[in-house]
């Protein structure tokens, strides 16, 4: 075997190694006996693959602010389930549902959102314990 060939085959196992190491068990993140559900304005959201993100402020009790990562599913099948990148400008009100990172920070894995005029949508969250199309 030629050594570009080897090397060839070293790389394509490489990338297979780091790709399954970078994505995660929902248990292994996330929190099931944690679930969360919070109201707060879109800043931004990240269309991605294998999670998109969106990010939520949130105000507390205490009135401070509090930026949320939320994590859903990826982008292909956000748009499958009917999101669409114009749904979902900064200043938009969301109300979330989901379970809430193990390390107690500010993130979580969403399950579904609701807008203000009452429309809902699945996030595509990785818990297998949760029922298709929402908490």
Do not use: C
């Not at 509090?66 to 982008?75: F, M, S």
């Not at 920070?105 to 009452?118: W, Y």
């Amino acid at each position: 075997m030629k050594a570009g060939t080897v090397i060839g085959i070293v790389a394509v196992i490489a990338m297979a190694a780091v790709s399954a190491f970078a994505h995660h068990s929902f248990t292994a993140e996330f929190d099931p006996d944690k679930p969360i559900k919070m109201t707060g304005k879109v800043t931004v959201m990240k269309w991605a693959n294998p999670h998109a993100w969106i990010y939520l402020d949130v105000t507390g009790s205490d009135g401070k602010v509090v930026n949320w990562g939320l994590e859903t599913g990826p982008a292909n099948s956000l748009f499958r389930n009917g999101w669409r990148k114009e749904d979902l400008p900064a200043g938009t009100v969301l109300v979330v549902e989901g379970w809430q990172a193990r390390n107690g920070k500010p993130t979580a894995n969403i399950s579904t959102v609701t807008f203000p005029d009452g429309k809902r949508l699945f996030a595509g969250t990785s818990n297998s314990a949760a029922p298709r199309g929402g908490r």
